[in-house]
């Protein structure tokens, strides 16, 4: 019992480890701008059965079609709230403010469902009142990309809602080097209007610029997508022709909406700066290669240094193959004196 318990947490841990070290590189591959993305699409449909509402989700492949990602792999949370109708409510209290309903915990203004990843569903129940005019999905997307939502001055200067820490940044150096702001030599940054409005400050170095962006990156919003209960009804029943409208990255046809979600290519794994590696493993041979003829000339030394007479006789005079090679260094007398000269120390 207990081996089983500690194999599951190890498991358990190797997973996570796997998926640490997986989300390392990806976000060292985005700091390079390699890092490969694809759409996918969360699908939703909702209808009505009896007093309850039902949403059915499944996750589209842009590309085949395929259902082959979890949905609580893109999605973290999915929440759907309604209220009970307000403006009864306010004309009751403004007509007899002595008289206004009393409210218990179970007859609240706001209702909210909540599912997670733990729930391990893709389909979501939710009870509705005859009161009940609209409610709302709210959907808390993975960012797995790491996209934040810029503040509105920095999204006013790029005309942009939403990017990548790292976009951002390059963005900013475009800018600084197209209107030359920067001092290359001390990395300082000098801010024209535009800058000094965004960041209010008048010179940066270049080298702070993560502490300076933080600020202005914000968390990204929910998906909101709001559902007219009575219109839905009608749908249903086949009485409404079905128009097709867009909101950002919601596409909504009567009861189907279909959300956009950005997200890893995880079939396309991108190969971290190739040329780079190849430059690296060559570099490597080239060190293994250094590395074993230093060692051979190390024992070469070692063995010459014990008895140079023995090592001369059998290395170089009867180890040589070619009598030619072996005539002409015999020949060479800058050679035979060296070498007398170095037996005669060894001998002293």
């Given amino acids: 019992m207990f081996h089983s318990k500690l194999n599951e947490k190890l498991e358990e841990l190797s997973t996570r480890l796997d998926e640490i070290a997986l989300q390392k590189r990806l976000e060292i591959e985005a700091e390079h701008l390699k890092r490969i993305s694809c759409t996918k699409l969360v699908r939703l449909f909702g209808s009505f059965s009896g007093s309850s509402f039902i949403i059915n989700t499944r996750v589209l492949n842009d590309v085949g079609g395929e259902d082959k990602t979890s949905l609580w792999d893109l999605v973290k949370r999915v929440c759907v709230c309604f209220n009970t109708d307000f403006d009864s409510i306010e004309k009751d209290m403004d007509e007899n403010t002595s008289n206004a309903p009393s409210l218990s915990s179970s007859d609240s203004l706001v209702q909210i469902f909540e599912w997670t990843k733990d729930s391990n569903t893709c389909g979501f129940v939710v009870p509705i009142n005859e009161s009940c005019k609209r409610l709302q999905v709210l959907i808390k997307l993975r960012n797995q990309r790491n996209i934040y939502r810029l503040s509105p001055a920095l999204s006013c200067l790029f005309n942009k809602l939403t990017d990548t820490r790292y976009n951002i940044i390059k963005d900013i150096y475009k800018y600084v080097n197209t209107y030359k702001l920067n001092d290359y030599a001390t990395s300082n940054v000098f801010c024209d209007e535009n800058l000094e409005n965004v960041f209010n400050i008048k010179n940066f170095n270049f080298n702070n610029i993560q502490s300076i962006l933080e600020p202005h990156l914000q968390p990204i919003f929910y998906c909101v997508i709001d559902v007219d209960i009575e219109s839905l009804k009608k749908s249903n029943a086949g009485t ?38 190849q430059l690296l493993e060559k570099k490597i041979e080239d060190l293994k290669t250094l590395i074993k003829k230093t060692s051979d000339r190390i024992e070469v030394l070692k063995e010459f240094s014990l008895d140079p007479a023995q090592y001369i006789n059998r290395k170089i005079a009867l180890g040589s193959e070619s009598i030619g090679t072996k005539t002409a260094f015999y020949d060479d007398l800058n050679v035979q004196a060296a070498l007398f000269e170095l037996i005669k120390k060894k001998e002293q």
């Fill in 240 to 277: 409404s022709a079905g128009e097709e409208m867009s909101d950002n990255n919601v596409t909504m046809c009567d009861n189907i909406w279909d959300v956009e979600v950005e997200t890893d290519d995880l079939t396309q794994m991108p190969v971290l700066f190739p040329k780079n590696v």
